[in-house]
């Protein structure tokens, strides 16, 4: 049997001519194994996968005695499906971050049963993993072709290895862990190579104001499933330094081929033409001609990217001075819990909305009410003493035409005082504008160097605050917070935000993050 019984085969591409797989090196020749991995070249439809994952698996971690044998999983799969009722109990754990229907690739409906057991178990058996988002595409890639054993036992050994490995290898399982990955391509893509020769220059064409701290998804979520199953081979045996020559390679490819700005929207966009430009071999073959940083040297800048989280997330728990922090599935299929706020603009299922918008950093946060105008009081003077020493803060209106939409700002608002003249705008090209109601849509940074108009993100003087600039305000509210006005900007290239240019302010709200 080439696939499991968990996927749905109609929905993956067609065989493409292969060679066949000949015998596994041993455990002992790892040199061996990596060449082995880096020149396989096996279809999808070929059921290779499952012996050779748990094979290099095997490889990689030596101490089996340290996982937990078969019959943990079955017990708690009896106790907590079985006895109790598997519906009831059918959820994604706290641990795992994103949205549930792109993590699932071409599993069917029994697939994905499947996913939320396995993903259920490994929370009920290592506890302390607390924040896990990468465990649930790499439980359902292992599904493809396991059982729902063989994948519990194969991301249980990634898991222990990386309890007991002295530096980030395998899988991030703490929200610091994973912000630091996020925060980690673009620092090694600078470090690298100073005179520019491998990378031909790629630096210059990084926007400045850009973080790359969507790297990671560019692998899981947007690189086409056969390119994608190729890389994980080299992960199984490599660790993260594969995914790190992955994305790099994404960005090389991307230099070659397209004369863009590297953005995340960017990149998104040339990795749907990648088959085009470079099959499997290709990209393959240009991932091991990367010159990459030592492990010495990959550990050393995830030490001090995980120091650099700290330090921001302890700087944000000083400002903010409250919270929680909690993970989870709601209702809808995503899995990210957020507590109820006691918002009147928008619900709960409005907020998850918004909360898949925010940048990684942020969206780890649980959300708090700085600001409500049926509190507070109509006044932005007041509003800025409030909230402009926090950072980020979320931006809510609903209008008297029933229109709900507002603007993420990264920034501390307080960076107003250093514009005593003008409209003294600041910020960076993490805030955006947004719309929730009539319709759902986020209008993130056109990022145009030519257009030095879009980069103007935020402006707050005492008589207006204004987010979006250039040839237009793309959010504007004035002094005494009860009317505004939204155009199409050059900052946002936003459609404008209520059904007339002019509005009326009903409510207003500014939403903090809060931390422990």
Same mark, same amino acid.
């Given at each position: 049997m080439a696939y499991s019984q968990y996927v749905n085969v109609d929905s993956l591409p067609r065989p493409e001519p292969t060679s066949l797989p000949t015998d596994l090196p041993p455990i002992s020749d790892l040199q061996k194994l990596k060449k082995y991995v880096r020149n396989g070249k096996w279809t999808l439809q070929q059921g290779t996968r499952r012996h050779l994952w748990k094979h290099l698996l095997d490889v990689r971690y030596s101490a089996p005695e340290d996982c937990?044998?078969?019959? #943990?999983? /079955?017990?708690?799969?009896?106790?907590?499906?079985?006895?109790?009722?598997?519906? /009831?109990?059918? /959820?994604?754990?706290?641990?795992?971050?994103? +949205?549930?229907? *792109? *993590? &699932? $690739?071409?599993?069917?409906?029994?697939?994905? #049963?499947?996913?939320? &057991?396995?993903?259920? @178990?490994?929370?009920? #058996?290592?506890?302390? @993993?607390? $924040? %896990?988002?990468?465990?649930?595409?790499?439980?359902?890639? %292992?599904?493809?072709?396991? #059982?729902?054993?063989?994948? $519990?036992? %194969?991301?249980?050994?990634? @898991?222990?290895k990386e309890f007991n490995s002295d530096g980030m290898q395998y899988?991030?399982? =703490?929200? &610091?862990?994973?912000?630091?990955? %996020?925060?980690?391509?673009?620092?090694?893509?600078?470090?690298? +190579?100073?005179?520019?020769?491998? $990378?031909?220059?790629? /630096? =210059?064409l990084i926007n400045p104001r850009e973080q790359l701290e969507q790297w990671i998804w560019w692998i899981f979520r947007d690189l086409p499933i056969a390119y994608l199953v190729r890389v994980v081979d080299c992960y199984f045996v490599e660790g993260l330094k594969a995914l790190y020559r992955a994305a790099m390679t994404i960005l090389l490819l991307q230099k070659k081929h397209t004369s863009n700005t590297l953005t995340e929207d960017a990149v998104r966009s040339f990795i749907k033409t990648l088959p085009d430009v470079a099959n499997q071999e290709k990209f393959l073959k240009a991932m091991y001609k990367l010159k990459m940083p030592t492990r010495e040297e990959l550990l050393k800048a995830n030490a001090q990217a995980k120091e650099e989280v700290r330090l921001s997330s302890s700087l944000l728990a000083a400002c903010n001075n409250s919270g929680s922090l909690s993970h989870g599935p709601d209702s809808s299929g995503h899995s990210i819990i957020l507590e109820t706020i006691n918002s009147i603009i928008i619900d709960q299922e409005q907020l998850h909305c918004l909360w898949l918008w925010l940048p990684p950093k942020s969206s780890v946060f649980q959300p708090t009410i700085l600001y409500q105008t049926s509190a507070d009081g109509f006044n932005l003077s007041q509003m800025y003493r409030k909230v402009e020493s926090r950072q980020p803060i979320i931006l809510l209106i609903s209008t008297l035409s029933d229109e709900v939409f507002g603007a993420y700002i990264s920034v501390m608002l307080k960076n107003r005082t250093k514009y005593d003249k003008g409209m003294g705008f600041f910020g960076d090209g993490q805030t955006f504008l947004f719309s929730l109601k009539p319709k759902s849509a986020k209008f993130p940074w056109v990022n145009n160097p030519t257009d030095p108009a879009s980069s103007l993100f935020v402006s707050a003087q005492d008589e207006r605050l204004v987010v979006g600039g250039g040839n237009h305000e793309g959010l504007a509210i004035d002094w005494a917070m009860d009317r505004g006005s939204s155009r199409t900007c050059a900052t946002f290239k936003n459609c404008p935000l209520a059904k007339s240019d002019d509005f009326y302010i009903r409510s207003l709200e500014v939403i903090g993050l809060r931390d422990d």
């Open positions: 937990p044998p078969i019959e #943990t999983f /079955r017990a708690q799969k009896a106790a907590f499906f079985e006895e109790v009722g598997q519906e /009831r109990n059918l /959820r994604v754990p706290k641990m795992v971050q994103g +949205d549930f229907a *792109l *993590l &699932i $690739y071409h599993l069917n409906k029994e697939g994905v #049963t499947s996913l939320q &057991i396995v993903l259920t @178990i490994v929370s009920l #058996t290592y506890p302390q @993993i607390s $924040y %896990c988002p990468l465990l649930a595409p790499i439980t359902s890639l %292992c599904l493809h072709w396991m #059982t729902e054993e063989e994948s $519990y036992a %194969c991301v249980s050994k990634l @898991i222990l899988l991030p399982t =703490n929200t &610091i862990s994973y912000s630091a990955l %996020c925060n980690s391509l673009l620092p090694l893509v600078l470090a690298s +190579d100073p005179q520019g020769k491998s $990378y031909n220059n790629i /630096r =210059n």
